[in-house]
């Protein structure tokens, strides 16, 4: 390197860092050069060349153009680097401290435009406390960020953030016409939202039948693809905005645990998202952009979940009683292949390995489970003698021992009073200013639908929910005729049984050898079946 003895006419290089937060907030990196080529001017120094990290924070040390200029520094190509503050070069004292020390070790000092430029005792202990200001500055603006948005979501109950759900486009703030950040519904993407909701209630399609769906109906995606993923599928599924309701604060920005990206470079170190609990989310009540209805969201919601459990990736091997059989300890009994045989094993012993066992129930081999189940299934709904002795007695409990339901009304009852009273202080907030007509009219309307859900649940129990007699006789010699000759369709169509069984049965527990089952056949309103033990 050509050392000059003089302060004038040095080579320098120019190091400029900018946000993408301070980008949003206005703040350019061309003004920073403009700056410091003005202060190289005054100063009679020779800029040699430039760095430039846009859109990268100061809390990473990696950075493309810082690490190019410390490369580029042991190749003689300037003595010094101009810099106009140190929270430009790093937000984090440690890191500072590194840079400073490498270049100052490759015969390269720093230059900061806003400090003096000596290299004494007492100028480095100057840097180095700006550097601390500089990173509990970091931390502060980040707390205060955190805690702004948190206010806007709990107390004012806003839309935080810009990226709207697909179905709805994001209005941003108006200062002039005192409107806030709002969400309205795209008609266009809606139509898809109704349609894909409407075919997983109706038709029961799975994530992967509605990706088809989209691409043969050629339904891009927001940002022009053509291939729909199952995981932004899933997550349109079970989005409650679409019912009115959306949150804040239900993930946290995480670390990968793999990172798919091997670059060098990554502007987040935390660029995975973790779901928090749900105790953690903050509900923000948006009833005007409501698309889906309530019941057909949450009857989705029951049917992704059950693809969840009987989803073919769950196992290699056939199990007929896939997701169905329990344990007598609560954990499900599972496919799992022994010596190249189906068997069904308590998952609690399976995911308890090597660790002692905590259940030793025994396993069961695949095909005598699944024939067992079977046969005694068929043969009982083929009996209507068989089912009409049941629901009877089912009729017979509910008439013995009615405290229950009659609980339930009450309770419900109950909540219904809750509700007119909320009504009525909600009511009494807007009449004397404390509230707004808008604020008001959303909160009247939550307060409508959750009176009408409430209505339809006690409108449920107090009609009679046993079939009168001669209707249940009609509908179950109907049921026994049309079952005979869907049996024997099933029985050479191992795929069709498995879902014939998944309507029928709700939950299976296996104690020692002895295996109950409960099964719901749809027979208006759904009266129990009843228990079919069954040895094998």
């Known amino acids: ?37 003005k202060y190289a001017q005054e100063k009679d120094y020779v800029v040699a060349k430039e760095y430039k990290d846009e859109g990268w924070s100061g809390g990473l040390l990696a950075r493309p153009a810082l690490d190019e200029l410390r490369d580029d520094a042991s190749k003689c190509l300037f003595e010094a680097v101009l810099i106009n503050d140190v929270d430009r070069l790093a937000r984090e004292v440690a890191h500072l401290g590194v840079v ?50 948190r206010y806007k979501a709990e107390v004012r109950k806003l839309i935080v953030g810009h990226t709207p759900p697909y179905g709805f486009d994001y209005i941003k703030k108006d200062k002039d016409k005192g409107s806030e950040g709002r969400y309205e519904i795209n008609e266009k993407e809606a139509r898809v939202v109704r349609k894909m ?33 199952v995981s932004s599928i899933c997550r349109i599924l079970r989005r409650t905005d ?46 005007q952009c409501k698309i889906i209805e309530g019941d057909r969201f949450y009857h989705v919601q029951e049917i992704l979940n059950k693809n969840k459990v009987f989803s073919k990736r769950n196992g290699k091997n056939s199990y007929l009683l896939s997701g169905l059989i329990y ?72 008439k013995n021992k009615p405290s229950k339901i009659e609980g339930e009304i009450k309770h419900l009852e109950n909540q219904l009073g809750t509700v007119e009273k909320e009504e009525n202080r909600l009511f009494e907030a807007y009449k004397v200013g404390l509230i707004t007509i808008v604020k008001y009219k959303d909160e009247i309307e939550i307060i409508g639908n959750k ?65 109950e089952l409960d099964c719901a056949l749809a027979v208006v309103n759904e009266p129990k079946v009843g228990i079919v033990s069954q040895q094998y």
């Open 1 to 37: 390197m050509n050392q000059n003895s003089g302060q004038n006419n040095i080579q320098v290089a120019i190091y400029t860092r900018v946000s993408t937060e301070e980008q949003r907030e206005g703040q350019n990196i061309d003004s920073q050069i403009h700056e410091l080529k």
């Open 100 to 149: 400073k020390k490498d270049l100052e070790n490759k015969g390269v000092r720093i230059i900061f435009r806003k400090l003096p430029s000596g290299n004494s005792p007492t100028d480095n202990l100057m840097i180095n406390m700006l550097g601390s200001f500089a990173e509990f500055e970091r931390e502060v603006i980040a707390d205060r960020t955190r805690r702004g948005r």
């Open 197 to 229: 909701f409407e075919l997983v209630d109706t038709n029961h399609f799975t994530a992967h039948d509605l990706s088809r769906w989209l691409l043969d109906n050629k339904i891009i995606t927001r940002k022009g693809g053509k291939k729909w993923s």
């Open 242 to 287: 679409y019912i009115g309701l959306a949150h804040y604060n239900k993930s946290q920005a995480v670390e990968p645990v793999k990172v798919r990206n091997e670059s060098k470079y990554r502007k987040q170190k935390k660029s995975s998202r973790k779901l928090r609990a749900r105790t953690e989310w903050i509900p923000i009540p948006i009833p």
């Open 327 to 398: 344990c007598l300890c609560g954990s499900r009994y599972a496919g799992e292949p022994q010596h190249g045989k189906p068997f069904y094993r308590c998952r609690n012993r399976i995911s308890n390995f090597p660790l002692p066992k905590t259940c030793h129930n025994g396993s069961i081999l695949g095909k005598t489970l699944d024939d067992v189940v079977w046969n005694t299934v068929s043969n009982a709904l083929q009996n209507s003698t068989l089912l009409r002795q049941q629901v009877e007695s089912l009729r017979e409990h509910y």
């Open 451 to 515: 009176r009408a859900q409430l209505k339809k649940e006690l409108s449920a129990l107090q009609s009679d929910n046993i079939m009168p007699r001669q209707l249940l006789r009609k509908s179950l010699i109907y049921h026994s005729k049309i079952l005979k000759h869907s049996l024997k369709f099933l029985e050479g169509n191992p795929e069709e049984k498995k879902k014939f069984l998944r309507n029928l049965i709700r939950r299976g527990v296996i104690n020692n050898r002895e295996l």
